[in-house]
């Protein structure tokens, strides 16, 4: 069975931790327009970090963050349900 997450706006869910102490999260930031969402991806390690804001089209089926694909189940303006592809 493949992962299925709901993370609400502002949410962070770790999509990737290393070794080395560097982590991937990803945050849902709402809808920015009826037709667009973007999703932050936050990379860090220890006190330092940096995000990239990533714009979707609300039509679109799946995304591709980390080079894992994301299939979208559901979306609104308060939430998004997203499935790990196997």
Avoid: W
């Avoid at 299925?4 to 709402?30: A, H, L």
């Avoid at 980390?66 to 349900?81: A, G, H, L, R």
């Amino acid at each position: 069975m493949t992962e299925t997450f709901t993370p609400g706006i502002g949410e962070r869910k770790n999509i990737n931790k290393s070794f080395f102490g560097n982590t991937e999260d990803m945050m849902y930031c709402g809808m920015s327009s009826e037709n667009t969402f973007p999703i932050g991806l936050l990379f860090s390690k220890d006190y330092q970090g940096h995000a990239l804001n990533l714009y979707f089209p609300k039509k679109s089926s799946s995304i591709v963050l980390n080079k894992e694909k994301y299939y979208i189940v559901d979306i609104n303006s308060e939430y998004i349900t997203l499935q790990l592809s196997e």
